[in-house]
């Protein structure tokens, strides 16, 4: 059974970092693409930043690029997004997805359709 298991969300003054952390199980991330996405109040979902297989092809949406960094840790089968100088409109409720299968990271993160999503995490950003 595939599951997805995100942590460390929480709330943050401009400016300031958070690492968000997603376990995986039921399947080997290392092989297939993976991404992570967040909703904010009123908003649609978007995709923030993608892997697809562990050849470390990635994708970030243009307003985190050079702010936030997603790695993969094989050995624990999890994915981290770490968030830098975060701004208010950062926040909202940040998901992991996987279909399990091979997608480029762009596609994956620009409309491509998600079949598993974990659980969500909030981000809160103040100014």
């Known amino acids: 059974q595939v599951q997805l298991v995100e942590s460390g969300g929480g709330s943050v003054q401009s400016g300031e970092s958070l690492k968000l952390s997603c376990v995986a199980s039921g399947f080997d991330l290392n092989y297939y693409a993976i991404g992570w996405f967040r909703q904010a109040p009123g908003k649609e979902r978007e995709g923030v930043a993608c892997l697809s297989t562990s050849d470390g092809e990635s994708y970030y949406t243009d307003s985190v690029k050079d702010r936030f960094i997603m790695s993969r840790d094989h050995d624990k089968n999890a994915v981290y997004l770490e968030m830098n100088s975060l701004k208010p409109e950062d926040a909202g409720v940040y998901y992991c997805?996987?279909?399990?299968?091979?997608?480029?990271?762009?596609?994956?993160?620009?409309?491509?359709?998600?079949?598993?999503w974990g659980q969500g995490t909030q981000v809160t950003v103040s100014s």
């Open positions: 997805a996987t279909n399990v299968k091979f997608v480029p990271a762009e596609l994956y993160c620009s409309g491509h359709p998600v079949r598993y």
